[in-house]
């Protein structure tokens, strides 16, 4: 019986020793290289959800905390995306949406208006929870990063290169939140000179 679209993933078991001499399946069921651009892409949005967990683990405030949530399950999406060559039309791929991208707006901005105008570049750090977030941005641009390389290589979504790129931003405006109330760090170019 197949699974619906909707219906999580069943896992009886975790390993399968599949991998064991370095291939692994996309999700089309192809087997590369665990160095191939692709596994490099979805392999680096996974540590990105990774670090969004632990962002989530601490002192964040319940305004963030569902949209992390979803944002986590998007990444899921997009690692799926990702594990697709876009080109397998075989059957109803999950791909990002441009809806998805657009919620990511909604958020930056209903953030950002309440934020004081930059006066200079952010150093990360500040809180506990900003400098969680900022660790988080840094991993969105390295995903971004591979996957505008896979991009340069291979037909990728351009919605899921987009979320990518939007999500670092709504991460650096929610550190940029998560430093309210107290000194933010910015930059002094040359001060330590």
Same mark, same amino acid.
């Given at each position: 019986?197949?699974?619906?679209? =909707?219906?999580?993933?069943?896992? !009886? ?47 964040? !405030? ?18 799926? =995306? ?5 080109? =397998? ?105």
């Amino acid at each position: 019986m197949a699974r619906r679209r =909707d219906e999580p993933v069943r896992l !009886t078991r975790i390993y399968t020793r599949a991998g064991d001499a370095g291939k692994t399946s996309l999700g089309d069921g192809s087997r590369v290289s665990k160095t191939d651009l692709r596994i490099e892409a979805y392999g680096t949005v996974d540590e990105l959800n990774s670090l969004l967990g632990l962002a989530l683990a601490g002192d964040l !405030t319940d305004e963030f905390r569902p949209w992390l949530a979803q944002i986590q399950n998007d990444l899921f999406d997009l690692g799926a =995306d990702l594990s697709v060559p876009l080109e =397998d039309d075989r059957r109803e791929r999950l791909r990002v949406t441009a809806a998805q991208v657009e919620r990511l707006e909604g958020l930056c901005d209903l953030v950002n208006e309440r934020l004081e105008p930059l006066k200079s570049f952010v150093l990360p750090g500040g809180t506990e929870t900003a400098s969680r977030l900022h660790v988080a941005r840094a991993a969105c641009r390295r995903a971004e990063r591979r996957a505008v390389a896979l991009a340069e290589a291979q037909s990728v979504n351009p919605e899921a290169l987009a979320y990518l790129n939007r999500l670092s931003d709504l991460l650096f405006i929610l550190a940029r939140a998560a430093n309210a109330g107290s000194q933010e760090p910015l930059w002094r170019p040359g001060s330590s000179q």
